[in-house]
């Protein structure tokens, strides 16, 4: 079983409708990360929480907001999804130099 | 200006050439740093991270990094087609985020 697990890995969705992307791990690490992916554009940092009660935006926040229900649960949610919003979206956690990925969620807004 | 400044190519290289990947970064406060490779629609994989100046060799693959010119390169030896894919420059802030440059994509000819 993988160690970071996202779901769904595939959605399609419309304009103005109420999103939530699962991340569940495995490692027992404190620090988890939501990214989103662009072509050309990287991984940018959307929320990151190093333990339950710490929650931080990212660089690109706005339109999205998260929960970490437990350690091992992050969820990404798009209140009210929008075209360019449609994305690779990331999941991970890290401990010391080691980041370890979900396989990535493909979001398509229509 | 952006935490982690990538070009993003892509570059090509020849079968047995060295390719050289090049970072910069903002935050002086940063202390860990990372170089992922990642291959189409797939999760980012960690192939090296360096913490103090200099240069770490692990294989084909060379990080050096120089904190005085917050300036962290990735050389690959003896490069292969199947090396060719993206490679993100990460790092650790001053503010303990995980945060990606856009990435270079490497392309190696046979």
Known sequence: DADVTQTPRNRITKTGKRIMLECSQTKGHDRMYWYRQDPGLGLRLIYYSFDVKDINKGEISDGYSVSRQAQAKFSL????????QTA??????????????????????? | ??????????LSVPEGAIASLNCTYSDRGSQSF???????????????????????????????????SQY????????????????????????QKLVFGTGTRLLVSP
């Open chain 2, 72 to 95: 962290v390169s990735l050389l690959i030896r003896d490069s292969q087609p199947s090396d060719s894919a993206t490679y993100l420059c990460a790092l650790i802030t001053g503010f």
């Open chain 1, 77 to 84: 949610s798009l209140e009210s999804a929008i075209p360019n």
């Open chain 2, 1 to 10: 200006q952006k935490e982690v400044e990538q070009n993003s190519g892509p």
């Open chain 2, 34 to 68: 990372f170089w992922y490779r990642q291959y189409s629609g797939k999760s980012p994989e960690l192939i090296m991270f360096i913490y103090s100046n200099g240069d770490k060799e692990d294989g084909r693959f060379t990080a050096q990094l120089n904190k005085a």
């Open chain 1, 88 to 110: 690779l979206y990331f999941c991970a956690t890290s401990v010391g130099e080691k980041a370890f990925f979900g396989q990535g969620t493909r979001l398509t807004v229509v």
